[in-house]
């Protein structure tokens, strides 16, 4: 698997007032309800890849 070196958590409102957030750790876009589910989604996703840069490349 390629190494993930960046994080692309942006969100956008889509239609009917939902949003989009690119969850690169799941290599998915996910659909929620608010701005706040989006950026709960965004700050856990930063988390994730500090995590993954700390514990260092996969063996």
Do not use: C, F
Request: hydrophobic share 30%; net charge positive; proline share 7%.
């Amino acid at each position: 698997m390629a190494k993930k070196t960046a994080i692309d958590t942006s969100h956008r409102p889509s239609s009917g007032g939902r949003y989009e957030v690119r969850l690169v750790s799941r290599n998915k876009t996910v659909t929620v309800s608010s701005p706040i589910r989006a950026k709960i989604l965004e700050q856990t996703e930063k988390l994730i890849a500090a995590s993954e840069r700390k514990a260092g490349p996969p063996k």
